[in-house]
Each structure stands twice: as structure tokens, then as C-alpha cells.
């Protein structure tokens, strides 16, 4: 009776040992997981986040105007880039857009009237001559070094100014031109 007894206790012992065993079982399973990234930039301006910046008017009121030119409030551009980058800058044509009464239009090139001066980079990246802080430099139909070596990051930003000094000789009337900014991962 004894040994049944024994028996009897080790068989309810394995059956314990066997239910916690069974309660305490795990199984697990694994994957990896691979990040595909690419490179990438894009430039916007800080006053309404997209590619194209607002309208710039440079107002001549005065003798004083035409005679100093006129500069226009400080543009900025923000950068986010994945690698190094450099600015460049250029007008989309040689001449300016004439809308006015005049005929037949008179013909504005940009050289020499329409400059542009950096007046902060916080974008890592060294200014390039001829474009300064100090100075206004005429831009012109091709593309044209601004910034080198700037820094990958999400918010590498630069601010600019124009002016305009289109002198006596041209009528009134409203002259346009488009200046574009190329950022390129170097």
C-alpha cells in the first residue's frame, strides 16, 4: 500500500510538473526589418513653405528711388537635405517681362539691375564669391555658385535680399523676371 501510495503521489507530482510546464511554454518568432533610404532634398521658403516664394515688388516713388535703387525685404530658403548640397542662383531669362503702354516694349536686361546680397546662412556651408554679405552682386540667366559644403539636416536655412537699380532710362510700367534657386547634394 505504501509503494501504491508513492506511486500515486509521484504521478500526481509529474502531472503538476507536467500542467506547469504546459502553462509556462512560449515559442517566439523573428524578422528583420530593412530601412531603404534614398537620397533626398527639397528647398521652400520659410514664409509659406512651398517651392515658389511670394511676389517681390521693389516700388519706384521718387528721384531717389531711381537714383539709390530700391531693396526689397529679407527672403529666406530652407533646406532639407540628406547629404551635402550647394545654392546656386539664376534668372529664367536674359531680359526682363515689360507689361505697360509703351510700344514697342522696352528691353531690361537683369545684369546690372537686379542684385542680391546674403545676409544670413545657417546652413553649415561657406559663401561663395562673388556673392556676399555685404554687397549686392547682379544675377544673371545661368546659374551662378551661391553656397558650398552646406550640411545635410532639416532646416539649413539662408536669407537674401534684392535690389534694383534700373536707373533713368526705362518707362514706367511693371517689369518682371523670375529668380530661381537650385539646391543640388554634392
Known amino acids: ?16 510538473v507536467s500542467a506547469q510546464n504546459q502553462a509556462n511554454m512560449d515559442a517566439a518568432a523573428s524578422q528583420t ?22 511676389v517681390v515688388n521693389l516700388q519706384f516713388n521718387t528721384v531717389n528711388d531711381y537714383a539709390n535703387g530700391v531693396e526689397s525685404a529679407q527672403q529666406e530658403l530652407k533646406v532639407r537635405s540628406t547629404k551635402k548640397f ?10 526682363f517681362t515689360y507689361s505697360g503702354t509703351t510700344t514697342p516694349a522696352p528691353t531690361m536686361p537683369v ?8 545676409t544670413s546662412n545657417s546652413t553649415g556651408g561657406t ?14 540667366e545661368f546659374n551662378q555658385l551661391v553656397l558650398l559644403d552646406c550640411n545635410p539636416g532639416s532646416n539649413q536655412a539662408f536669407s537674401f535680399m534684392y535690389k534694383a537699380t534700373p ?10 523676371i523670375d529668380v530661381v534657386y537650385t539646391a543640388t547634394q554634392i
Open 127 to 140: 559663401l561663395s564669391g562673388p556673392y556676399t554679405t555685404t554687397s549686392f552682386y547682379s544675377l544673371r
Open 33 to 54: 526589418v530593412n530601412l531603404l533610404l534614398s537620397n533626398a532634398i527639397d528647398i521652400t521658403f520659410t514664409s509659406n513653405g512651398s517651392a515658389t516664394g511670394p
Open 167 to 176: 536707373g533713368f532710362v526705362y518707362p514706367a510700367g511693371a517689369y518682371a
Open 111 to 118: 545684369s546690372g539691375v537686379l542684385g542680391m546680397k546674403v
Open 1 to 16: 500500500m505504501k509503494k501504491l501510495l508513492t506511486i500515486a503521489a509521484l504521478s500526481l507530482s509529474a502531472l503538476s
Open 86 to 95: 550647394k545654392i546656386e542662383v539664376k534668372t529664367n531669362t536674359t531680359n
